[in-house]
């Protein structure tokens, strides 16, 4: 076992021990609260100093002996997409995998890749999620640290299997995970549905994966996944590789699946959103491109509906996430538009894997990837830092959240990075990887036939008005949630007054609550500190070094793309291009340096020429109404704010809006006086789930009602079906073999 191997030994082992330690101690001794995400730390750390062994050359193999009596490994894992497509290091591939009855975990540079860009962020998040467990009550029972291990470990076993049984269990395992996260409040309002949504797809997303990876197994005779690369085009090919895009796009939100990720996220307590929304959907990336690496090129048809439902997931996302009313719903809809922009990226990249264009594979899979990196970094941020906003204040309610991050310095500084990177404002990642995917997207004209150019145009389009609506989305939480006025709650001398908040289940319940808090309660400890400092440098360090990630990036795609034709994108040592020379380029490092000296010439001659009546200006609440003297309840809200939006995307979000006469005594009393009072109500509803899920409730319920009747409660009944099902399934193995 070399050097390496033992680390990523180690990383596992120390997953699964915080696992242990949550189950075994729990809530019964508190001071253990934070072993669990600790040891999670650690794990990760390890996992991520493997991945980036791997990526400089140093293999990484994990082999157990005897888990898998009936599996196949053949040596060499696993091969390149298509002829000719990769250029393998020392630590892609070799000899030396054992035969039957082994069952092993190895990375290569594209695993590698994505190990290091999860677990850096995991170990973020677990920092911070060890400073939120040991505040009283905010775990109340065994099983979260558990929860939250599981899925650290699925992700990191998922990435490394060299087999369809491993892969699957590892996603089975996730998904179960997922669940476990999203119902563990089970108490409060909303938890139970959307865990119980979270569910259903993780299962439908596993359905669709076990049928692609059995139509694999059975052409190729074998469980390897390097075998898959045998497997000879034809209908059965490209229908195992359109279910193991849909598995993975069930699992990432792409449109009609989007529906799951706004329920599953919300549902999740704390810094857990940041596990299952910046960590654990990276599997799904994952295996879009290890699919690209292993199948090649879809059929055309797939191609198409790939980029156009890209287009339409980053809009419907965006557009959602500029109108919700809640902050946890605002994040999780942004990560919709995030999957979106990703998969646009890898739609590029499936255009140039069809047409033979390595260079246009290149442009988009690089786009896609710093978007993943981008979405990493920043979604993790966010989840995070909105944890201790949201119980500072008490409540989600955006429009009752004013000023509370300035509260908070810490998660409000990293609120408000996080929120600049997902806006793709400039000296951040979210900048660099939507200024490589639109000139990706512009690459259309290089494409023959004008059927891809179509769809590539669409998708362009699509992204442009993204980019643009993101921006309004984001400038109302930085300018509402951290710009804001101080609110009333807000602490005096260490501790806030008794005062009615709404409740934390403001959602259920529309009673008040009444706390107090002292202000060092209110942010996290040093552990969550050093978290956000760790994510917050992923979203602003990595930009400005995006030369050296290239770099990196470049050697983990190798698999699919040699790593000369991506290095393309490095026009010199410090200014990058779209992979094609000549068509644009651009200098974060450089931006980096010289907007920021920017920004201090300015001021200095400034403060220069007008001496102290630069200070001397009249301060004011911000983000108040227009209007001079309208305070409190009649003062600019971010109900008001979202307004336009619902009216500009009226048609995405199907607006409606009522205006009734507002009834009660007190108004009727005073109509006398004054006249009528009126409400006016804006709401917008989720088209996908109206028009589609919705009216196939009624036949699923009759099919549920159906087969109800085959509930005997009888054994012997419950083995046969048992039977059938078995004799089922291995004929239809062999009838695909």
């Known amino acids: 076992m070399t050097g390496l191997t033992a680390v990523f030994a180690a990383g596992l082992a120390l997953l699964a021990a915080a696992a242990v330690v949550d189950l075994a101690a729990g809530v019964r001794w508190p ?47 696993p091969g390149a997409g298509y002829p000719g497509a990769g250029d393998h290091g020392a630590g892609d ?101 959307g865990a119980l949504v979270t569910l259903v797809f993780g299962r439908i997303s596993g359905a669709a994966l076990l049928v692609g990876l059995l139509l694999l197994a059975a052409a190729s005779h074998s469980l390897s996944l390097a075998s898959f690369t045998q497997v000879s085009g034809g209908t059965t090919r490209d229908a195992a590789e359109a279910l193991l895009m849909g598995g993975f796009a069930v699992k990432v939100g792409l449109v009609p699946f989007q529906v799951w990720l706004p329920r599953g996220y919300s549902a999740a307590p704390g810094p857990a959103r940041a596990i299952m929304a910046g960590v654990g959907v990276n599997v799904g990336f994952y295996g879009l491109w290890r699919t690209l690496a292993l199948l090649g090129p879809p059929p055309p048809w797939l191609t198409g509906v790939v980029l156009i439902l890209a287009g339409l997931t980053a809009l419907l996302g965006i557009a959602h996430a500029a109108v919700q009313p809640g902050l946890q719903r605002v994040i999780a809809y942004s990560s919709v538009e995030n999957t979106g922009l990703i998969v646009a990226g890898y739609g590029v990249a499936l255009v140039g894997a069809s047409v033979g264009d390595r260079r246009l594979v290149a442009a988009g899979l690089l786009a896609a990837t710093l978007q993943v990196v981008a979405h990493t970094a920043a979604k993790s941020l966010l989840f995070t830092t909105s944890a201790t906003i949201e119980s500072a204040a008490g409540t989600n309610d955006l429009d009752l959240l004013n000023g509370t991050a300035r509260l908070l310095p810490w998660s409000g500084t990293g609120f408000a990075i996080g929120s600049l990177t997902l806006a793709g404002l400039p000296l951040t990642a979210g900048f660099v990887s939507e200024w490589f995917l639109l000139e990706s997207l512009m690459q259309q004209f290089r494409v023959p036939g004008l059927g891809f150019r179509l769809v590539l145009a669409v998708a362009g389009a699509a992204v442009a008005l993204t980019a643009g609506f993101a921006g309004v989305t984001f400038v109302r939480l930085v300018g509402l949630v951290v710009l804001g006025p101080r609110p009333a709650w807000a602490p005096g001398n260490g501790a806030t007054p008794v005062t009615p908040v709404p409740s934390p289940d ?41 030369p050296l990630l290239i770099r990196v990036i470049s050697a983990g795609l190798s698999p699919v793309v040699p790593a000369a034709v991506t290095g393309g994108a490095l026009k010199s040592p410090w200014v990058v291009q779209p992979v094609f020379a000549g068509f644009s380029i651009l200098s974060p490092s450089w931006l980096a340096i010289v907007m920021p000296s920017l920004l201090v010439i300015v001021v200095a001659f400034t403060r220069l020429v007008s001496g102290t009546r630069m200070t001397r200006v009249r301060r004011v609440p911000a983000w108040r109404s227009a209007t001079a003297g309208v305070e409190g309840t009649d003062s600019y809200t971010a109900s008001g704010f979202a307004n336009p939006t619902r009216r500009v995307l009226a048609a995405v979000l199907h607006t409606r809006v009522e205006v009734r006469p507002v009834e009660g005594s007190r108004v009727e009393a005073d109509a006398h006086q004054h006249g009528p009072h009126l409400g006016y109500t804006s709401d917008v509803i989720e088209v996908v789930e109206t028009y589609l899920y919705r009216p196939a409730v009624r036949p699923v319920m009759a099919v549920v009602r159906t087969a109800k009747r085959l509930q005997s409660g009888r054994l012997d009944a419950y083995l046969a079906y048992m039977l059938i099902a078995l004799v089922a399934l291995i004929a239809l193995v062999i009838s695909l073999a």
């Open 31 to 77: 001071r253990l609260l934070t072993v669990p995400y600790l040891l999670g730390f650690a794990g990760a750390g390890c996992l991520a100093v493997t991945g980036a062994g791997v990526l400089a050359g140093h293999p990484a193999r994990l082999i157990v002996r005897g888990w898998l009596s009936a599996g196949w490994l053949s040596a060499g894992w």
């Open 93 to 193: 591939h070799g000899a030396g995998y054992p035969g039957p009855g082994t069952f092993g975990l190895a990375m290569d540079r594209l695993s590698g890749l994505f190990v290091v860009i999860a677990f850096v962020a995991a170990a973020g998040v677990s920092l911070a999620f060890a400073s939120w467990a040991a505040r009283p009550g905010a775990v109340g029972r065994r099983g979260l640290g558990a929860s939250y291990a599981l899925a650290l470990g699925a992700v990191a076993v998922f990435m490394t299997a060299t087999d369809a049984f491993t892969a699957l269990f590892a996603w089975e395992a996730l998904t179960v995970s997922f669940y476990l996260l999203a119902g563990f409040e089970r108490g409060r309002a909303g938890r139970p549905g």
């Open 506 to 546: 403001s959602a259920a319940h529309s009673e008040p609550y009444t706390r107090t808090m002292h202000r060092a309660d209110l942010d996290y400890g040093w552990l969550g500190r050093v978290g956000i400092v760790i994510l917050s440098a992923g979203c602003l360090v990595t930009a400005a070094v995006v």
